[in-house]
T-cell receptor, first 115, second 112 residues
Framework: DAGITQSPRYKITETGRQVTLMCHQT?????MFWYRQDLGHGLRLIYY???????DKGEVPDGYVVSRSKTENFPLTLESATRSQTSVYFC??????????????FGEGSWLTVV | SQQGEEDPQALSIQEGENATMNCSYK?????LQWYRQNSGRGLVHLIL?????REKHSGRLRVTLDTSKKSSSLLITASRAADTASYFC????????????FGGGTRLMVKP
């Protein structure tokens, strides 16, 4: 379904370049997340946002920047891409806080290769 | 670091057999969830079990939770080739705010 969309789906970039991955959700969910998925590490949280203009670091935030000026958008920027940032990036959203079970809905992923 | 660890890392079975995947975690939790990921796709929520529940069913899925052992299992009965995917457990730890922490996943292959 098209509730949460990521773009681009596939990107090849060079070391040192700035890259922005876009994420858009149509559910008006409060929470949005960025995860990266790597073999041997599972999914790791990069950044999350509890609401517009509120963002916080996750487990692996170094080298990434996020913003959330509107509830529906949560772009992730790699300021100066490195090869170690080659990964699959997943944007996700959740409608409520912990006491409602906070099920997370994922986008289809953005495959990023840094050469 | 991963809160949840799945076991086995990979599982190969024949269609019609049952598949059991286990998840162990380290700290007390509010709830535990299982997600499925088809190759090249995003994760999809399957089922949530709260810390005060011991067993939950959804179709061919059965999830158990043993908080004393800090473990959960996901059973898929009468598996089908279409069940081939990776399965992840995710925990909402009491000390982790609203964040879910995912395990490394179990890769399930169901052979027709």
């Amino acid at each position: 379904d098209a509730g949460i969309t990521q773009s681009p789906r596939y990107k090849i970039t060079e070391t040192g370049r700035q890259v922005t991955l876009m994420c858009h959700q149509t559910w008006s969910h409060s929470y949005m997340f960025w995860y990266r998925q790597d073999l041997g590490h599972g999914l790791r949280l990069i950044y999350y946002s509890a609401a517009a203009d509120i963002t916080d670091k996750g487990e692996v935030p170094d080298g990434y920047v996020v913003s959330r000026s509107k509830t529906e958008n949560f772009p992730l920027t790699l300021e100066s891409a490195t090869r170690s940032q080659t990964s699959v990036y997943f944007c996700a959203s959740s409608k409520a806080g912990r006491y409602s079970g906070n099920t997370i809905y994922f986008g289809e992923g953005s495959w990023l290769t840094v050469v | 670091s991963q809160q949840g660890e799945e076991d086995p890392q990979a599982l190969s079975i024949q269609e019609g057999e049952n598949a059991t995947m286990n998840c162990s975690y380290k700290t007390s939790i509010n709830n535990l969830q299982w997600y499925r990921q088809n190759s090249g796709r995003g994760l999809v929520h399957l089922i949530l079990i709260r810390s005060n529940e011991r067993e939950k069913h959804s179709g061919r899925l059965r999830v158990t939770l043993d908080t004393s052992k800090k473990s959960s299992s996901l059973l898929i009965t009468a598996s089908r080739a279409a069940d081939t995917a990776s399965y992840f457990c995710a925990t909402d730890a009491n000390n982790a705010g609203n964040m879910l922490t995912f395990g490394g996943g179990t890769r399930l292959m169901v052979k027709p």
